[in-house]
């Protein structure tokens, strides 16, 4: 089975800063990954998918980069309705499985 | 817009069972693959099971292999989850989610989920 490892898994940042979070496969998944946020108290939200392709109606501030092993989401600058818990999850085959999350709060 | 609304969740005792239903409109439901993803409390995502368009495919997690059975009635615009010998360790909230597209892989992740129902397993 293919693990994801999200970093950091709780990160603490001001409107305006740039953030970046980490999904790591424990093997390749080629560009078969996808980024969702989720609020509380709401189903998650799909941002990104393909690794790269932004959702359509996703702010794009969103983007998101790599492939094979290493992906990141970058936010570019953080804005108030972004604080909330963004999941990777790999569909490269089953089965499928999500990253352990990272919630972003206010600093 | 697509809607996915899930029900049946509910208070069971270990080792019951409960079938969670997800009624879907604004779609052709009979063209995507469905899947069930459960969050525990305060927990992640987990995934639980996904059946193919046709209902012909299905795949299931580990941890609920032999006990959950997911399935669709295309007719009725309709999946379901049977749920068997539940554990304390079921208990999430439940979501239905629609595959993007209608080919493998873009079947394996989601841009519509449903609110969720919670299952709560406890004596």
């Known amino acids: 089975d293919i693990q994801l490892t999200q970093s950091p898994s709780f990160l603490s940042a001001s409107i305006g800063d740039r953030v970046t979070i980490t999904c790591r496969a424990s093997?390749?998944?080629?560009?078969?990954l996808a980024w969702y946020q989720q609020k509380p108290g709401t189903a998650p939200k799909l941002l990104i998918y393909g690794a790269s392709t932004l959702q359509s109606g996703v702010p794009s501030r969103f983007s998101g980069s790599g492939s094979g092993t290493e992906f990141t989401l970058t936010i570019s600058s953080l804005q108030p309705e972004d604080f909330a818990t963004y999941y990777c999850q790999h569909f490269n085959s089953f089965p499928l499985t999500f990253g352990g999350g990272t919630k972003v709060e206010i600093k | 817009e697509v809607l996915l609304v899930e029900s049946g969740g509910g208070l069971v005792q270990p080792g019951g069972s409960l079938r969670l239903s997800c009624a879907a409109s604004q779609f052709t439901f009979s063209n995507y693959a469905m899947t069930w993803v459960r969050q525990a409390p305060g927990k992640g995502l987990e995934w639980v099971a996904t059946i193919s368009s046709s209902g012909s495919s299905t795949y299931y997690a580990d941890s609920v292999k032999g006990r959950f059975s997911i399935s669709r009635d295309n007719s009725k615009n309709t999946l379901y989850l049977q749920m068997n010998s539940l554990r304390a360790d079921d208990t999430a909230l439940y979501y239905c989610?629609?595959?993007?597209?209608?080919?493998?892989?873009?079947?394996?992740?989601?841009?519509?989920w449903g609110q969720g129902t919670l299952v709560t397993v406890s004596s």
């Open positions: 989610a629609k595959g993007r597209l209608t080919n493998p892989p873009y079947t394996r992740y989601f841009d519509n």
């Open positions: 093997q390749g998944i080629s560009s078969y």
